[in-house]
T-cell receptor
Framework: NAGVMQNPRHLVRRRGQEARLRCSPMKGHSHVYWYRQLPEEGLKFMVYLQKENIIDESGMPKERFSAEFPKEGPSILRIQQVVRGDSAAYFC?????????????FGEGSRLTVL | GENVEQHPSTLSVQEGDSAVIKCTYSDSASNYFPWYKQELGKGPQLIIDIRSNVGEKKDQRIAVTLNKTAKHFSLHITETQPEDSAVYFCAASSGNNNAGNMLTFGGGTRLMVKP
């Protein structure tokens, strides 16, 4: 049973480019969460999605950031016109098909570096 | 919203000694408190969790205690080993149906176990 898969593991972008991060949840999981971790800091909630629905995006910056979790395929976190401050590790987590499921299973993260 | 504070930010112990990490939370509705271990370059992994209907839980060398009245919970690692060296995060969740299992994390504790 494969865990949460994130790709790419490392991504380098120049200022003004777009970054797309992908997350495939564990098999059978339909709840996906994105967290951001700045260097030497904790994990900050960004967005919670279920299939085809954004449930809570209260942690997502209002501009340049968007997320989706289509009916088919992985969840995508998209950052447009990246700036140096977007450099961080972005973690995806998933949980089973229950409204309250306990453990979140995390992927290995995607590390974005903006030059 | 929920706010989780974690102390200390760094902790250095001698192999074989015990390590204690403490967290406080602000939302009295929180009822699920997991602890995650994050090794360098990897995603967080759940090591133990506790729900608000119990005060203590133990798993081999790891134990967690919860004081709901005071809104704090602690991680205890006994007989520490060098492989326990990592960053540890506490988290809290109210787990209501709308929020799924959205976790609010503490700032992390870097534990170093010296051989």
């Amino acid at each position: 049973n494969a865990g949460v898969m994130q790709n790419p593991r490392h991504l380098v972008r120049r200022r003004g480019q777009e970054a797309r991060l992908r997350c495939s949840p564990m098999k059978g999981h339909s709840h996906v969460y994105w967290y951001r971790q700045l260097p030497e800091e904790g994990l900050k909630f960004m967005v919670y999605l279920q299939k085809e629905n954004i449930i809570d995006e209260s942690g997502m910056p209002k501009e340049r950031f968007s997320a989706e979790f289509p009916k088919e395929g992985p969840s995508i976190l998209r950052i447009q016109q990246v700036v140096r401050g977007d450099s961080a590790a972005y973690f995806c987590a998933s949980s089973p098909d229950r409204a309250f499921a306990g453990e979140l299973f995390f992927g290995e993260g995607s590390r974005l570096t903006v030059l | 919203g929920e706010n989780v504070e974690q102390h200390p930010s760094t902790l250095s112990v001698q192999e074989g000694d015990s390590a204690v990490i403490k967290c406080t939370y602000s939302d009295s509705a929180s009822n699920y408190f997991p602890w995650y271990k994050q090794e360098l370059g990897k995603g967080p992994q759940l090591i133990i969790d506790i729900r608000s209907n119990v005060g203590e839980k133990k798993d081999q060398r790891i134990a967690v205690t919860l004081n709901k009245t005071a809104k704090h919970f602690s991680l205890h690692i006994t007989e520490t080993q060098p492989e326990d060296s990592a960053v540890y995060f506490c988290a809290a969740s109210s787990g209501n149906n709308n929020a799924g299992n959205m976790l609010t994390f503490g700032g992390g504790t870097r534990l170093m176990v010296k051989p």
